[in-house]
């Protein structure tokens, strides 16, 4: 667990590797937040319960890279707001919860990637509020297509463009 506030206003930490052995991990609310020379994060490939919490790297505005995300479990809201450096994101079905206000702001983000059906993703309201409106979501089938489409346009994402 990375607790709260834990690395807050770090601003000299570029890039950030976390430990394979980590089976489970916990970044806690704002534990990265306004880290502005957080350039890259990478997840343990081999867990499957990642958590990012509150604001966990809200301000971050030069991260560009979050490795191993499609390991996350629950992102929740404000995580990455703020993240204007960053480009392409890629979640799996593990991904249950995406929080309001997530990607608020990430103003650069182009393609989300989506592995899995999103069957069980919940999409709270605005968590691609302030972001392009040409992203991409790209699936694996009109399945993941139909289903992830429902939870945009729920969650108030007009008109998304989605691909498979």
Do not use: H, M
Request: net charge positive; hydrophobic share 35%.
């Amino acid at each position: 667990i990375i607790g709260e506030e834990a690395f807050k206003d770090c601003a000299r930490l570029e890039n950030l590797v976390f430990p394979e052995t980590c089976d489970v991990l916990e970044i806690g609310r704002w534990a990265f937040r306004r880290c502005t020379s957080l350039e890259s994060v990478t997840l343990p490939a081999a867990s499957k319960d990642i958590t990012i919490d509150y604001k966990a790297f809200r301000g971050c505005k030069k991260l560009n890279a979050v490795n191993n995300s499609e390991n996350i479990t629950r992102i929740y809201g404000g995580a990455f707001r703020g993240c204007t450096s960053l480009k392409n994101f890629t979640v799996s079905d593990e991904l249950i919860l995406l929080g309001k206000n997530a990607f608020y702001g990430c103003s650069k983000l182009e393609t989300v990637k989506v592995n899995g059906t999103a069957k069980a993703l919940k999409i709270y309201s605005d968590a691609f509020a302030k972001t392009s409106s040409k992203i991409k979501f790209n699936v694996q089938n009109s399945v993941a297509e139909k289903n992830l489409k429902d939870r945009l346009i729920k969650s108030g994402f007009k008109n998304p463009t989605i691909t498979y």
